[in-house]
C-alpha cells in the first residue's frame, strides 16, 4: 500500500535552516510528482512547491522563492523539503503529498517549530 | 496567484442532512478542483478530483460538481463520521490554492 513517511518534529530558532524528508513506498516514485503543503495551527493549507520527481524539475510558490529547496534521492524513494531563514511565521505542521490529478496520499506530517 | 473562497465558513447540521458546500474560483480553472476532509490533528483525506470524479473507496454520499469558476460538494445524507473541516484546492498549471475552509459541526 502506498505510504509516505515524513521525519520527525524539529524545534529551530529564527534564522535557521530546516530540512525535511518525505519516504514514499508501495508505488514506483518516479511516476508521480510529489509537493510540499504547510498548514499553519487554524490556518488553510498553503503550498510550497513540488518537484517532478523523474527529472528532478521544481517549482515553488512565489511566497517561498529564494528561500525553499526541493530535491529527491530517487535510489532511497525520498524527497526532501528544505526552507532557510526561518522565521516565527514559518512555524506549521509540513507535509508531503503525492500528485495525482490532485493530491491522492500525504505523509503524516512535520511539526516545525521557530522559536527562540 | 488563483484565488479560492469557500462559503459557507460553518456550517451547523444534524446527522441525515443533505449538505452543499461552494467553492469560488478568482479565475476558470476547468474542472481543476480537488475536495478534501479534515479532522483534528490528521492530514487532508482526497474526496474527489477534477471537479466530479470520487476517489476510490470514498462513501457514494459525497459528490462534486461545477466548472470554470463555481464548485459545489454535497454529502447526500450527513453521517457522525462526516463532522469536519472541508477544503477546496485548484490544480490549474503548476500552482495548488486551497480555500479558507468549512467547518461542518454538530447543530
Known amino acids: 500500500q502506498v505510504q509516505l513517511v515524513q521525519s520527525g518534529a524539529e524545534v529551530k530558532k529564527p534564522g535557521a535552516s530546516v530540512k525535511v524528508s518525505c519516504k514514499a513506498s508501495?508505488?514506483?516514485?518516479?511516476?508521480?510528482?510529489m509537493h510540499w503543503v504547510r498548514q499553519a495551527l487554524g490556518e488553510r493549507p498553503e503550498w510550497v512547491g513540488w518537484i517532478n520527481t523523474g527529472s528532478g524539475d521544481t517549482k515553488y510558490s512565489d511566497r517561498f522563492q529564494g528561500r525553499v529547496t526541493i530535491t529527491r534521492d530517487i535510489s532511497a524513494s525520498t524527497a526532501y523539503m528544505e526552507l532557510t531563514g526561518l522565521r516565527s511565521e514559518d512555524t506549521a505542521v509540513y507535509y508531503c503529498?503525492?500528485?495525482?490529478?490532485?493530491?491522492?496520499?500525504w505523509g503524516q506530517g512535520t511539526l516545525v517549530t521557530v522559536s527562540s | 496567484d488563483i484565488q479560492m473562497t469557500q462559503s459557507p465558513s460553518t456550517l451547523s447540521a444534524s446527522v441525515g442532512d443533505r449538505v452543499t458546500i461552494t467553492c469560488r474560483a478568482s479565475e476558470s480553472i476547468s474542472s481543476w478542483l480537488a475536495w478534501y476532509q479534515q479532522k483534528p490533528g490528521k492530514a487532508p483525506k482526497f474526496l474527489i478530483y477534477?471537479?466530479?470524479f470520487l476517489e476510490s473507496g470514498v462513501p457514494s454520499r459525497f459528490s462534486g460538481s461545477g466548472s470554470g469558476t463555481e464548485f459545489t460538494l454535497t454529502i447526500s445524507s450527513l453521517q457522525p463520521d462526516d463532522f469536519a473541516t472541508y477544503y477546496c484546492q485548484q490544480y490549474s498549471g503548476y500552482s495548488r490554492t486551497f480555500g479558507q475552509g468549512t467547518k461542518v459541526e454538530m447543530k
Open positions: 503529498a503525492r500528485d495525482k490529478t490532485g493530491n491522492d496520499y
Open positions: 477534477k471537479a466530479s
Open positions: 508501495g508505488y514506483t516514485f518516479t511516476t508521480y510528482p
